[in-house]
């Protein structure tokens, strides 16, 4: 197909934005979690931060394998690298619909929709 290239193109940008928006995640959960500025993006209080602070290491840790899976893919070549990308965008989609049910809406629109448009791309790239 004439379009299948810039496809294939989007579709890794988009898999490299997904994983750099968990990287972020990562730093926030890991590293500032009792920040001021991190409290205020997540609502909480510097009591419940500092309460939470083991449990959100250990979350933004599992956001950290998804980065590693998601950079795999980016890594791998055909036809592992599609596969495992479909994976991992599926992992984070996932744990978004999880997220916006549990926590916040907004976590459906932060990792569910940008995991989901990189899938399709990732798909129709292969075509």
Excluded at 100 to 122: E, K
């Amino acid at each position: 197909m004439p379009y299948a290239f810039p496809v294939l193109v989007l579709g890794q940008i988009l898999v490299g934005l997904v994983a750099l928006i968990h990287v972020y995640i990562v730093v926030l959960e890991m590293f500032l979690w009792q920040a001021p500025r991190t409290r205020a993006t997540f609502g909480t209080t510097a009591e419940f931060a500092k309460a939470s602070a083991a449990l959100a290491a250990n979350q933004g840790l599992y956001n950290g394998f998804l980065v590693a899976g998601l950079v795999w893919g980016l890594l791998a070549r055909d036809p592992l690298r599609w596969q495992v990308e479909i994976f991992f965008l599926a992992c984070v989609a996932i744990a978004g619909i999880y997220g916006a049910a549990s926590v916040s809406r907004r976590i459906l629109f932060v990792q569910t929709v940008p995991a989901v448009l990189a899938g399709l791309f990732v798909l129709l790239g292969r075509s």
